[in-house]
């Protein structure tokens, strides 16, 4: 998880019960302990900081996936030179598109949270091509590209190169148009803003919205612990 965040109360306890990255495997469950429980209640905990974010922001839905009218909405707060974004593109999104955006249970948004620092210089230039390239449906195949080969463009700083190899002559032009216009660099800064006021500094972060309740969880979810938590919601 990049950016660890000391701010968000119990984020270490979530993080040992529903991530699966480089501690997977770590935090072992003491008898009677209920993972499902504990993790309502370690995101109970972590709602509070979310009060400024009861109700969902504005959506892009050249962004999204899945049904708006879906049970859950889940947002992804992420950064395309974060390597923890990576593993959660690559590995658990897929899962959970099978499992739960195709079926109508999710409603998939994801939002831009490019970090800043002298490790992250291109982070913000990546946020808005694929914002760009958002408006002419290209959103996936830019994504997917920028993580693909996010270990290349991040150091030598060719994002636009990365960026141009999915798309034709025309969307190139298209997209390079957009990236001047100032409502696609306001939606990368209104997402950014949205997660700031949520106390989110860490990528991914991922906010789960059902009836009215939202609970955030930091880092790369366990794919099975975290399927737990979507279906007991759903019962």
Same mark, same amino acid.
């Given at each position: !998880? ?5 701010? @968000? ?15 997977? %495997? ?5 008898? %009677?302990?209920?993972? /499902?429980?504990? !993790?309502?209640?370690?995101? $109970? ?28 909405? &889940? ?14 593109? *690559?590995?658990?999104?897929? *899962?959970?598109?099978?499992? #739960? ?5 999710? #409603? ?6 490019? @970090? $800043? ?28 590209? @920028? ?25 190139? $032009? =298209?997209?390079?148009?957009?990236? =001047? ?14 997660? !700031?006021?949520?106390? /989110? ?6 906010? &789960? $919205?059902?009836?009215? =309740? ?10 099975? @612990? ?10």
């Amino acid at each position: !998880m990049d950016a660890v965040n000391p701010v @968000l109360a119990g984020e270490e306890t979530v993080g040992r019960v529903i991530r699966g990255t480089l501690d997977r %495997g770590c935090f072992v469950p003491p008898p %009677g302990f209920s993972t /499902i429980g504990h !993790m309502k209640l370690c995101a $109970s905990a972590l709602f509070a900081l979310f009060a400024c974010l009861a109700a969902t922001p504005s959506i892009d839905r050249a962004k999204a996936t899945g049904n708006p009218t879906a049970p859950i909405t &889940i947002e992804v707060f992420s950064s395309f030179d974060c390597p923890h974004c990576k593993i959660f593109h *690559e590995t658990v999104e897929p *899962e959970l598109v099978r499992d #739960y955006v195709m079926p109508g249970k999710v #409603y998939l948004v994801k939002r831009e949270f490019p @970090l $800043s620092g002298q490790y992250h210089m291109f982070a913000r230039e990546a946020a808005v091509d694929a914002t760009a390239a958002a408006r002419v449906g290209k959103y996936e195949p830019v994504a997917d590209a @920028l993580y693909k080969n996010q270990a290349a463009w991040s150091m030598d700083g060719k994002v636009w190169q990365t960026v141009a190899s999915v798309l034709t002559a025309s969307d190139q $032009s =298209k997209v390079q148009a957009l990236t =001047k216009e100032p409502g696609v660099v306001a939606e990368v800064q209104q997402d950014y803003d949205e997660g !700031m006021a949520g106390a /989110i500094s860490s990528t991914p972060t991922i906010v &789960i $919205s059902f009836k009215g =309740k939202r609970y955030p969880f930091s880092g790369v979810p366990n794919y099975d @612990l975290f399927r737990k938590f979507l279906d007991d919601l759903l019962k």
